[in-house]
């Protein structure tokens, strides 16, 4: 397996994520097998691996989604209970109901119910940071249109404004650009990407391996266990993808 050269000190931030020797099954099938990950802070981090390698399993257990669950498991160095305000993700879109009665700036507005609760109204400062994450994905002007009636990419953009309003220090993504264009997934990849400069981590399942060497700092590949972790030029090559995949994608040939 390749590791992460880099040594961390005391004074370095913690890990984004650390597994240590992680399970996870459903109805007693074990479909997650001992995987350990160090996932460093301040990092775009991509979980790859074919279909069913369980990379969404993988994210959820972390999050506690998970009832089966053996092994360690820290996010931004605690364990969740202690960091569940700083911590904001974003599910695959087929597991997000699609006809919620509410606008779009409701959906994002959620992002600040962990600070201020279901029942205390939001504050000025609240608002100006839902606008702020709105217009940064580029959703400021579908603010009142229903989330059930926007375009799947146009959703996944909005959810994306709800974990930035969030202000989370570390922010989960489960193929955030499945429905979205080229143009668009590298607008957002460049949010992320800045998120990653200003100190947050940013975890997530993504398929485009081409876009995980390209822009990606971390990568994590994944088939019922780690094959590999470190940086993607390391992660990804032709033995690791042969070992995932049965094959080397095409796109990474050339
Ligand atoms: N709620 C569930 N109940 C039972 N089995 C599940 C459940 N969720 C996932 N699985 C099974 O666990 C395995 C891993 O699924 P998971 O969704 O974690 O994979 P994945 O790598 O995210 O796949 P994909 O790339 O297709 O999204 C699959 O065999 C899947 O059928």
Same mark, same amino acid.
């Given at each position: 397996?390749?590791?992460?050269?880099?040594?961390?000190?005391?004074?370095?931030?913690?890990?984004?994520?650390?597994?240590?020797?992680?399970?996870?099954?459903?109805?007693?099938?074990?479909?997650?097998? =001992?995987?350990?990950?160090?996932?460093?802070?301040?990092?775009?981090?991509?979980?790859?691996?074919?279909?069913?390698?369980?990379?969404?399993? &993988?994210?959820?257990? #972390?999050? =506690?989604?998970?009832?089966?669950?053996?092994?360690?498991?820290?996010?931004?160095?605690?364990?969740?209970?202690?960091?569940?305000?700083?911590? #904001?993700?974003?599910?695959?879109?087929?597991?997000?109901?699609?006809?919620?009665?509410?606008? #779009?700036?409701?959906?994002?507005? &959620?992002?600040?119910?962990?600070?201020?609760?279901?029942?205390?109204?939001?504050?000025?400062?609240?608002?100006?940071?839902?606008?702020?994450? &709105?217009?940064?994905? =580029?959703?400021?002007?579908? #603010?009142?249109?229903?989330?059930?009636?926007?375009?799947?990419?146009?959703?996944?953009?909005?959810?994306?404004?709800?974990?930035?309003?969030?202000?989370?220090?570390?922010?989960?993504?489960?193929?955030?650009?499945?429905?979205?264009?080229?143009?668009?997934?590298?607008?957002?990849?460049?949010?992320?990407?800045?998120?990653?400069?200003?100190?947050?981590?940013?975890?997530?399942?993504?398929?485009?391996?081409?876009?995980?060497?390209?822009?990606?700092?971390?990568?994590?590949?994944?088939?019922?266990?780690?094959?590999?972790? *470190?940086?993607? *030029?390391?992660?990804?090559?032709?033995?690791?993808?042969?070992?995932?995949?049965? &094959?080397?994608?095409?796109?990474?040939?050339?």
């Amino acid at each position: 397996m390749t590791t992460s050269t880099d040594s961390r000190t005391a004074a370095q931030p913690p890990s984004a994520l650390s597994l240590r020797e992680v399970s996870a099954s459903y109805g007693g099938r074990t479909v997650l097998d =001992g995987v350990s990950v160090e996932i460093p802070a301040a990092t775009l981090c991509a979980v790859v691996g074919p279909n069913g390698a369980g990379k969404s399993t &993988m994210v959820k257990a #972390a999050l =506690g989604l998970v009832p089966s669950v053996r092994g360690h498991v820290e996010l931004l160095g605690e364990p969740l209970r202690r960091v569940r305000r700083r911590v #904001a993700y974003v599910p695959q879109q087929d597991s997000v109901a699609q006809d919620f009665p509410i606008t #779009a700036i409701q959906v994002v507005e &959620m992002g600040r119910y962990p600070h201020r609760g279901w029942l205390r109204r939001l504050t000025r400062h609240d608002d100006e940071l839902v606008a702020a994450a &709105m217009d940064q994905v =580029g959703v400021a002007d579908l #603010a009142e249109h229903p989330i059930d009636e926007l375009s799947g990419g146009q959703r996944q953009r909005v959810f994306l404004a709800r974990a930035l309003a969030q202000g989370a220090d570390l922010v989960i993504l489960d193929e955030p650009f499945t429905a979205v264009d080229a143009r668009t997934e590298s607008a957002l990849l460049e949010v992320l990407t800045t998120l990653c400069q200003n100190g947050r981590s940013v975890i997530a399942v993504h398929h485009d391996l081409r876009a995980v060497l390209d822009r990606f700092d971390h990568a994590v590949l994944l088939a019922g266990t780690v094959l590999a972790e *470190g940086a993607p *030029g390391d992660v990804l090559t032709p033995e690791h993808l042969e070992r995932a995949y049965g &094959m080397t994608p095409l796109v990474l040939n050339r």
